[in-house]
């Protein structure tokens, strides 16, 4: 009976999804959420992603509190960043800030691989036990800094950050493959925008605002 009353929020937390990127087109330069990552949004069970106390309000769309003083993003946010990472099935991802794993799951949906970092090792712990159980063995995680990344499974044809430093990490520049996408929030409190980041088949690097966020602060030093 649980499944069914989950399986119908994700079914209209999916709509509203729908309904909030029309609004929003201008920013993704196109009409609509790509069928591809709205299918991960209404596969992964987000209930499995969050603190057992707030079970009930997994598929609210707005931010939930996972401890720490971080949050797991609402899922629009979610799939709107997913969606801006244009990600194909053989591609290898990078993110930075696992939190209880909810991001890495999408992720884990849409490409080959994905490798997160996450520097709280309660969190990362945690995160793991969740994706290993439901079955994500294409999410590999490892705590450490998200500030340098994951050098040592570089580069990566996309990155995802779900914490906001003050300037985008320089380290990240290098891990990205050239024809690869970086989306980002960054900025001061009160004042981050979502970016997006490619880096041209040259190697050339070139960044657009998105939109305004808030998010969690990134930790940037050791």
Do not use: C
């Not at 299918?39 to 509190?65: I, S």
């Not at 380290?171 to 980041?197: D, N, T, Y």
């Amino acid at each position: 009976m649980e499944d069914v009353y989950f399986s119908d929020l994700r079914r209209e937390m999916v709509e509203l999804i729908a309904a909030h990127s029309a609004m929003v087109r201008d920013h993704m330069d196109k009409d609509a959420i790509d069928d591809r990552v709205m299918a991960a949004m209404a596969k992964v069970p987000r209930q499995e992603f969050v603190p057992v106390e707030l079970r009930r309000m997994a598929y609210l769309d707005n931010p939930l509190p996972i401890g720490f003083e971080k949050t797991i993003s609402q899922p629009f946010i979610v799939a709107f960043m997913t969606d801006l990472l244009d990600l194909e099935p053989h591609h290898r991802v990078l993110e930075i800030g696992t939190g209880l794993g909810y991001q890495a799951a999408v992720l884990g949906e849409l490409a080959a691989v994905v490798y997160s970092v996450e520097i709280i090792e309660e969190l990362a712990g945690d995160a793991r036990r969740r994706l290993d159980g439901q079955g994500y063995d294409n999410v590999e995680s490892k705590v450490g800094n998200g500030y340098y990344g994951w050098p040592e499974q570089a580069p990566f044809d996309a990155i995802m950050v779900t914490a906001a430093p003050d300037l985008i990490p320089p380290p990240l520049f290098g891990q990205l493959k050239p024809g690869g996408r970086m989306v980002i929030p960054a900025g001061i409190e009160k004042s981050q925008q979502l970016m997006m980041v490619r880096k041209e088949p040259e190697g050339h690097i070139t960044t657009r605002d998105i939109l305004p966020v808030m998010f969690s602060s990134m930790v940037t030093v050791t």
